[in-house]
């Protein structure tokens, strides 16, 4: 086979993928069934991803999680297990285990799992849902069991002492005693909160949560539903003190990843409380990143949707990758016509992310599967690199989309 012939086979199997993740493996999903050609190349495009980690399983460290890759220096940059990222190197080796069966990316998940469990006991991070529930989520989805199920309690035990009832949420980052900083990140986490009431049967979790996405949905969102990053609170009365940014281009401006983070975790919300107004709030973001007029016609988006720089502003694929996910399961829950629209969107991101310019060559990229993603621009770190979360919600979008289509 030539290698264009090779690439357009993958590209056209890579848009073929995909699964519902975590809780929402048993919806119930609609689409045209595969051909068997395509099925055969959906899982042939599996296999080279998980090719590819093995690549990064190589280059990791001991006792070390990837972040990131850096070409010109060809240079691993990696954390401890108390970093934000850490829980998704784990979840996507699981991903990746589930669609190919290959026990060396279970054993290597299982391995820094071990790495990771101290971190249930973790109240100085917000972050708890991405470090645990994506990572002993995906692993006790796959193979229930008594130990990954505390592991996770535990969890959202820690991340409830971060909630202050007078501000209605949970704390993001640490900071002066007189301010309360919440990021729309944080709708991210609250699934494993979600998930301990539907375990446990308390409620707790569940009213915490959804007070939680109250107050975000009432002092996050802009007429146009963007989204600030960075709110803060006064702790002692819950008025808000300042409507900022830290990662994007302007305090006013909407900055892509952000963006994202808000439409995934109401459409996540809605799925657990199948509460309409969370629908809303979802399709309402959703709309808002699709009919931006700086969004581009591949649908990946600029760092910031206001960046100065447009056309020449970085791309970013992580938020790309969360955004198709989260349009893939937004489009079970709405009528006819706005599904197809948030399917055909989320198909062409993964066309364009599955396309060289964003998907890396085998065995380039330190191992990691995009390309162009941006961590934190103002804070020129990460600009222009592969990161872990791009890699894990580009693959949850591919599974999500190959079961959609089953």
């Known amino acids: 086979m030539s290698k264009n012939l090779y690439l357009n086979a993958l590209l056209f199997s890579a848009v073929c993928l995909s699964t519902a993740c975590s809780s929402s493996e048993n919806k119930a999903m609609t689409g045209q069934p595969l051909t068997q050609a395509s099925e055969t190349m959906a899982e042939s495009g599996f296999r080279e991803a998980a090719d590819q980690y093995k690549v990064l399983m190589a280059r990791l460290p001991e006792g070390r999680l990837p972040k990131t890759y850096y070409q010109k220096s060809d240079s691993l940059e990696t954390s401890g297990s108390g ?70 309690l535990n969890s959202a035990k820690s991340l409830s002492t971060r909630f202050n009832p007078k501000v209605g949420a949970i704390r993001s980052w ?128 600029y760092w910031d949707f206001n960046a100065p720089n447009i056309p020449d502003a970085p791309r970013d694929a992580s938020a790309a990758a969360i955004m198709a996910s989260a349009l893939l399961e937004l489009s079970q829950y709405v009528e006819q016509a706005k599904s197809q629209e948030y399917k055909s969107a989320a198909e062409t991101i993964l ?25 934190h621009l103002p804070g020129g770190t990460e600009v222009d690199v592969p990161l872990t979360y791009g890699d894990y919600y580009y693959i949850e979008a591919l599974k999500r989309n190959k079961k959609l289509a089953e």
């Open 83 to 152: 970093w934000w990222t850490s829980g998704f190197y784990p979840g996507t080796l699981l991903y990746l285990y589930e669609e190919t069966g290959d026990k060396a990316l279970l054993e290597e998940a299982q391995r820094v799992l071990q790495l990771l469990e101290k971190e249930q006991f973790n109240t100085a991070t917000h972050d708890l849902g991405f470090m645990m529930f994506d990572s002993f989520g995906n692993a006790n989805r796959i193979s229930p069991s008594p130990a990954y199920k505390q592991i996770l």
């Open 174 to 301: 640490n900071s002066k005693p007189e301010d309360f900083l919440v990021i729309i990140d944080n709708m991210m986490n609250l699934e494993l909160l979600f998930w301990a009431t539907e375990v446990t049967g308390d409620s707790a979790y569940y009213e915490l949560a959804v007070t939680h996405a109250n107050t975000t949905m009432k002092h996050h969102f802009r007429p146009d539903y963007s989204s600030y990053h960075v709110i803060n609170y006064n702790p002692a009365t819950g008025e808000v003190q300042q409507k900022k940014t830290a990662q994007g281009a302007a305090d006013a401006s909407a900055w892509a990843r952000g963006q994202a983070w808000g439409l995934y975790g109401y459409t996540a919300t809605y799925r657990a409380t199948k509460d309409a107004a969370y629908l809303q709030q979802a399709q309402q973001i959703a709309d808002f990143m699709l009919q931006h007029p700086n969004l581009p016609a591949d649908k990946i988006p």
């Open 351 to 375: 066309q364009h992310l599955s396309a060289d310019r964003y998907k890396a060559a085998p065995g380039t990229n330190g191992g990691f599967l995009l390309k162009h993603s941006v961590g």
